[in-house]
């Protein structure tokens, strides 16, 4: 089963290979990741999903929470959470599709951020569910490259 | 007052009571050991190689219970300790190893003698260091230390860059760590002690299953109190041995691969299992899958990852194991209950003492060759169980658990875990240096002491007194002993023709040689080696033919043993 895990660590040099390498030292696989500073400059804030039975799962928290620069560890699984992905992605713009690139754009509540002459840049946030009908959505037209942050995710209420 | 890092550095460990240092000089430590000259508190031992001074330093926190302490150079000198940091991160023995390192600046650009050493030793350290500033560096020394002896210990490494050690700074040693992201816990849940012992209290075949972590939270008397309240039959892992003592009457053995065959068949029926400080390691429970299958589960440690990792547990609980047995103690002592207990369990307890009698160790020690078996007990009987015994690994290191009965903690070292050929002989350095009345011995392989066997330098240079017993049987006999039970007798590169002359050899070193070749002179060639003065090599030449007996094939049941 795919959880969605956020690990709050020290901001400090060396921590995200800690934590990394936790995962591959011990067969544990990594999804998606992300990392990125926290309203306090001393605090990191990682999301990682991963999969795995609820053996491996205990161990993977367990793991993470015995790591020194592990401040916190959430498993969102079972909770009420808001999450969201990034992505970019460039798509063949030519006259024949422009109309149908723009009205996916529209419908998705996505945005052209670069055009180029034969080429849209689309920025779109979403849910995972969302990101992947988009993608779906667009590639008869003719995806060129996508990037993909990676899922965040936030627990609701207060 | 502003000191130099390497000096801040000499001074914090004199600040911590660092008595002894086991290390190797080079070009990016030079300024330590320019302050270690001047300073008079800390010791410092020259090894001769940098794996010898970690083993030392962890031979010397296993026989005292303190933090063993290592120094060696960047590079070569930092990767030659990684062997000796997984030994003691598998064992979880407390050590702190710091590496000097090529100034901040030439870091990344392949210097001399570089190498990432806190990215090599990341997976088999507690935790590591890289020391950016001056400022940090004592601050960063204390919690090293406070790391790797809290909790369940283990090795710290910290990596000191040659600038970060010539740069002046204040020296402040901070008094109390606050580490925000880590707090082992100490004390057992009450309620689920109380689970615990009402589960315990329901068995009708009980076993203790203890391993390393009760010698490391000091708990054997603890351990042998509820032991003795509930007479509850104990066995323990190849860590665990003298945990508890072998001699009492309540004591199975060691299980798992080469354990007795009482503690296999016990813990293979035991109904409830109390595991202490021990982790459920593959060569103790043979295929997981039919691990003790009537048994439901309480599980103490102090690591909570050990829980529940690899056997699903009934009642987990996480604490220090002094903490726990005293609370389940407190439960039991004097109580009706635990006479009741006594009572209804006496029948398993014949049980178990009726296979010890069917099914003892043995070995058969004719008027041919030495068997290896007969030198274990004869050192045994010499040393009347007064020794602190390390070993290398493989068929040594099990006759060594099987025929030395240890009735204390702390006189058992070896490599349990990562199994690391080459400990035992600096290891019963750095034991004896922390010991210096005991009588110290390694019980060696002629394959094993060969890959330490130049700190037989060391042991003369400082006069340690140590005793290596070679079992001398030609070969890599633990892994021929596999060659001859499962790949048809094809001895595949695990014959030494060519070992050296160890009498030779422990002379050429300035050390004593003595040698056994016959049965009947062995217990005068022990006695004589012991009794010399400082190191001593005793070669005894053993029959090749021996196996360690009894055996779990690898991924059997405990209960499949193959017997003598």
């Known amino acids: 089963m795919r959880h969605t895990i956020a690990v709050l660590v020290e901001n400090e040099f060396g921590v995200l290979s800690r934590v990394a390498g936790l995962f591959s030292g011990r067969g544990f696989n990594i999804e998606s990741l992300c990392v990125a500073e926290t309203t306090d400059p001393k605090v990191s804030r990682m999301t990682i999903v991963t999969s795995g039975n609820d053996q491996i799962i205990e161990q993977i928290l367990k793991q993470l929470n015995k790591l020194v620069p592990v401040l916190k560890v959430i498993d969102f699984t079972g909770t009420e959470t808001v999450d969201r992905e990034l992505v970019l992605v460039k798509v063949n713009a030519d006259n024949g599709n422009k109309a149908e690139v723009l009205r996916l754009v529209d419908i998705f509540r996505a945005k052209i951020v670069d055009v180029a002459p034969r080429c849209y840049t689309i920025e779109m946030t979403g849910g995972e569910g969302k990101v992947s009908a988009f993608l779906q959505m667009l590639r008869p037209i003719g995806i060129k490259e996508v990037v993909r942050t990676g899922k965040i995710a936030i627990s609701r209420g207060a | ?564």
């Open chain 2, 1 to 564: 007052m502003q000191m130099t890092g390497a000096e801040i550095f000499v001074r914090a460990l004199a600040d911590l009571g660092v008595d002894i240092v086991f290390g190797y000089p080079g070009g990016a430590v030079l300024n330590i050991y320019d302050a270690l000259f001047k300073n008079t508190k800390v010791r410092h031992l020259l090894c001769r190689h940098e794996q010898g001074a970690v083993h030392m330093a962890d031979g010397y926190a296993r026989a005292s219970g303190k933090t063993g302490v290592c120094l060696v150079t960047s590079g070569p000198g930092a990767t030659n300790t990684v062997t000796g940091l997984a030994t003691a991160y598998m064992d979880s023995i407390p050590v702190v190893v710091f590496t000097g390192q090529v100034p901040t600046l030439l870091i990344g650009n392949d210097a001399f003698q570089e190498a990432d050493i806190v990215g090599i030793s990341r997976p088999c350290t507690k935790h590591n260091y890289l020391v950016k500033e001056t400022k940090d560096l004592a601050r960063i020394v204390r919690e090293a230390f406070y790391i790797a002896s809290t909790g369940r210990p283990g090795p710290v490494l910290v990596d000191m860059p040659k600038d970060v050690l010539t740069t002046p700074a204040e020296y402040d040693l901070p008094k109390e760590v606050s580490l925000r992201g880590y707090h082992p816990n100490y004390e057992g849940h009450p309620r689920q002690v109380e689970s615990a012992v009402r589960m315990l209290l329901t068995a009708e075949r009980p076993v203790v299953y203890a391993g390393g972590g009760v010698i490391l939270s000091n708990a054997s008397p603890e351990l042998a109190e509820l032991a003795r309240q509930l007479s509850l039959p104990v066995t323990t892992t190849l860590m665990g041995m003298g945990a508890f003592p072998g001699s009492d009457p309540l004591c199975l053995g060691m299980l798992g691969m080469h354990g007795t065959y009482t503690a296999n068949m016990a813990i293979s029926h035991a109904d409830v299992i109390l595991a202490v400080g021990a982790r459920f390691d593959d060569r103790v429970t043979g295929k997981i899958d039919e691990f003790a299958p009537h048994a439901r589960i309480i599980h103490v440690d102090i690591d909570p990852t050990s829980i529940q990792k690899n056997v699903p547990v009934d009642i987990p609980i996480v604490g220090d194991l002094k903490d726990v047995l005293r609370k389940m103690i407190r439960l039991v002592k004097g109580k009706k209950e635990a006479a009741a207990f006594r009572e209804k369990t006496s029948a398993w307890r014949g049980q178990t003492a009726a296979w010890a009698k069917t099914h003892p160790l043995t070995y058969k020690q004719g008027k041919g060759k030495i068997k290896p078996q007969y030198v274990v007990e004869q050192i045994y009987r010499i040393t009347k169980g007064n020794a602190i015994i390390t070993t290398e690994v493989g068929q040594n290191q099990m006759w060594a658990a099987q025929f030395y009965t240890y009735d204390r903690p702390r006189t058992f070292l070896s490599s349990g875990g990562l199994g690391t050929m080459g400990y035992g002989l600096p290891a019963a350095i750095g034991a004896q240096v922390a010991m210096p009345e005991r009588l110290v011995i390694d019980i060696a392989g002629d394959g094993s002491i060969q890959m330490n066997i130049q700190e037989m330098a060391t042991a003369v240079q400082y006069r340690i007194p140590v005793k290596v017993v070679i079992l001398n049987n030609g070969a890599l006999g633990m892994v021929r002993q596999w060659q001859e039970l499962f790949f048809q007798g094809k001895y595949s590169q695990t014959c030494l023709p060519q070992i050296p002359d160890f009498v030779r050899l422990a002379e050429a070193y300035g050390a004593k040689g003595f040698r056994a070749t016959r049965h009947a002179e062995v217990p005068d060639v022990l006695r004589k080696g012991f009794a010399a003065e400082g190191p001593v090599l005793i070669d005894v030449v053993v029959d090749p033919g021996e196996m360690v007996y009894p055996m779990v094939p690898a991924g059997a049941p405990l209960t499949k043993m193959l017997l003598v």
